[in-house]
C-alpha cells in the first residue's frame, strides 16, 4: 500500500492522500527474503500466470499472524546455526537437497552448523515460473507469571501462518459444499433426521435414574 496524491472530485482546488494498492513482483531469492526487522507486505501472494474468471492472477496469500521477535546479531558465530531466523518469510526455488531450514545437529555444534539456512539464498536464484517454497518464521515470547497456574490460557498466545486462497476460485467455495445437515425444531429426537438419538435403542447401555440433589440438611446433619 503506498499513498498518492489526488485532487479531490468534488473540490478540484484541494488534495488528500489515499492509500493505493501498488503490485510488484520479486524476482529472485533474495528479492524474496523479508528480514525480520523489515516492513513485509500487507499482500503477500504466491501467484500463478493463469487468471480466474475475472482476469484477477490465480493466488494465494500468504498470511503471518506473529513473528518470533529479535534475532541474534549476524555477527556472533553460533548465529549460522539459526540463520533462518534472519527473515520473516523466504522465497526459495524448490531444490530437492533443501528439504529443511535446520537441523537437529545444529545443536551439538552451533559454529559449524550441518545446515545453514542463509545458504539458500545465497544463490539467489530467479523465481519466477518455478516451483517454490515459503519458509515462515512464526512464534512468541512468552515469560511465565503467576497466572498461568494451573495453566497458562491461549489468548494473547498464539501464533501462525495462513495460506489463503486469494482470487484463485470463481467465488466462495463452501457454497458447493454437499454434506451440510439441516435440523428443524423438533426434529433433533428422530432416528431418520439425528442418528444419535437412538444411540440408547441401539446400543446396550444401562438406564440410570436421573440424578437430584436437595442440598445439605440443616443443623449439621
Known amino acids: 500500500m503506498e499513498?498518492?496524491?489526488?485532487?479531490?472530485?468534488w473540490m478540484p482546488?484541494?488534495?488528500?492522500?489515499?492509500?493505493?494498492?501498488?503490485?510488484?513482483?520479486l524476482?529472485?531469492?533474495?528479492?524474496?527474503?523479508?528480514r525480520h526487522d523489515a516492513?513485509?507486505?500487507?499482500?503477500?501472494?504466491?501467484?500463478?500466470?493463469?487468471?480466474?474468471?475475472?482476469?484477477?492472477?490465480?493466488?494465494?496469500r500468504l498470511q503471518v499472524s506473529s513473528f518470533a521477535g529479535d534475532h541474534i546479531p549476524e555477527n556472533q558465530p553460533e548465529?549460522?546455526?539459526?540463520?533462518?531466523?534472519r527473515y520473516k518469510v523466504a522465497i526459495t526455488?524448490?531444490?530437492?537437497?533443501?528439504?529443511?531450514?535446520?537441523?537437529?545437529?545444529?545443536?551439538n555444534d552451533m559454529w559449524t552448523p550441518a545446515v545453514d539456512f542463509s545458504k539458500y539464498i545465497e544463490d539467489n536464484e530467479n523465481i519466477e515460473n518455478e516451483d517454490l517454497v515459503a519458509w515462515v518464521t512464526t512464534g512468541f515470547l512468552h515469560i511465565p507469571h503467576s497466572e498461568d497456574i494451573p495453566n497458562t490460557v491461549t489468548v494473547g498466545n498464539s501464533g501462525g501462518v495462513l495460506l489463503r486462497p486469494h482470487n484463485y476460485f470463481e467465488e466462495e467455495p463452501s457454497i458447493h459444499s454437499t454434506d451440510g445437515v439441516y435440523i428443524s425444531p423438533g426434529t433433533e429426537h428422530s432416528c431418520e433426521h439425528n442418528r444419535m438419538a437412538c444411540l440408547a435403542q441401539e446400543t446396550c447401555t444401562p438406564v440410570l435414574e436421573p440424578f437430584t440433589y436437595h442440598s445439605f440438611m440443616k443443623g449439621g446433619q
Open 3 to 9: 499513498f498518492v496524491n489526488i485532487s479531490v472530485p
Open 93 to 107: 526455488k524448490q531444490k530437492d537437497l533443501e528439504k529443511a531450514s535446520g537441523s537437529l545437529f545444529n545443536q
Open 39 to 60: 516492513k513485509i507486505p500487507r499482500y503477500l501472494h504466491i501467484a500463478s500466470t493463469q487468471k480466474n474468471s475475472w482476469g484477477h492472477q490465480r493466488s494465494y
Open 13 to 25: 482546488e484541494r488534495h488528500a492522500m489515499i492509500p493505493k494498492v501498488v503490485e510488484k513482483q
Open 27 to 34: 524476482q529472485t531469492e533474495q528479492e524474496a527474503a523479508l
Open 79 to 85: 548465529e549460522r546455526a539459526l540463520s533462518w531466523a
